[in-house]
């Protein structure tokens, strides 16, 4: 005697599994999960035996698989193709996972010098009027991103003074953090000299690995 199977709506199937509706609709439209009946009215019908093969397809998409990659799996299903599959996916993970530590650090350092900023001491700056001078202005936008376009040859330079937000004494320097002078300083074997007063001169200051260390440091202690 034949077993009458339990059919439900998609709207019933969708909240049996905790889906959206239009999901099963678009895996539908797209060959990669039907419904085991539609009505004459349009409706869409499911299976409860069809809970096998659904929840199957959404562990392949938990796994990060694209619709293509789990239709085409789906269509010819092999223990080799899918260990093919695992693979890829699980370098695809690692990679990411790299990625995210990398971020990861990023933040932890740029908040560990955005707090590092807001700690320093306000200092009054006295600014004296001086002899008129003579001096050369370049047609230079210093807010551009590399500053090394300002020299024909970054060999001929023997001494750089470097100007910063802080300084440490292993000789490590904090700037604003968009990179400007370290492109130019990774350039050039040029002395480094960071100037500063007291107050931006710590015992230690975070950094990141493109950062650019001093030749010295000079404070005005």
């Known amino acids: ?37 539609k009505g004459e009215n349009g409706y869409r019908y499911y299976d409860a035996s069809q809970s096998i093969v659904f929840g199957y397809i959404r562990m392949l998409k938990e796994l990060n698989m694209s619709i293509a990659e789990i239709a085409d799996y789906c269509k010819h299903p092999a223990p080799e193709k899918f260990l093919q599959i695992a693979d890829r996916k699980e370098a695809e993970i690692d990679l990411e996972i790299r990625r995210l530590k990398r971020a990861r650090n990023i933040l932890k350092t740029k908040k560990a010098q955005v707090r590092l900023c807001e700690g320093l ?16 202005v370049l047609p230079y936008d210093f ?24 300084f440490d004494r292993t000789l490590n320097r904090l700037g604003r953090g968009k990179g400007f002078y370290d492109k130019i300083l990774s350039q050039t074997k040029a002395c480094k000299i960071g ?27």
Do not use: W
Not at 11 to 34: C, K, M, P, W
Not at 124 to 131: D, L, M, N, S
Not at 195 to 215: A, K, N
């Open 1 to 37: 005697m034949r077993q009458n199977t339990v059919k439900m709506t998609t709207a019933q199937f969708a909240e049996l599994h905790g889906v959206n509706r239009r999901t099963l609709h678009y895996y539908d439209d797209i060959g990669l999960f039907s419904p085991c009946q």
């Open 195 to 221: 100037i500063c007063f007291d107050f931006q001169l710590l015992d230690r200051i975070p950094t990141e690995v493109h950062d650019v260390r001093m030749t010295q440091v000079i404070s005005s202690r």
């Open 143 to 166: 807010s551009g991103d590399d500053l090394s376009r300002l020299f024909t040859d970054l060999n001929k330079i023997d001494v750089i003074l470097v100007p910063g937000v802080a």
């Open 121 to 136: 001491p306000d200092e009054e700056i006295r600014v004296e009027a001086c002899g008129a001078v003579k001096i050369s």
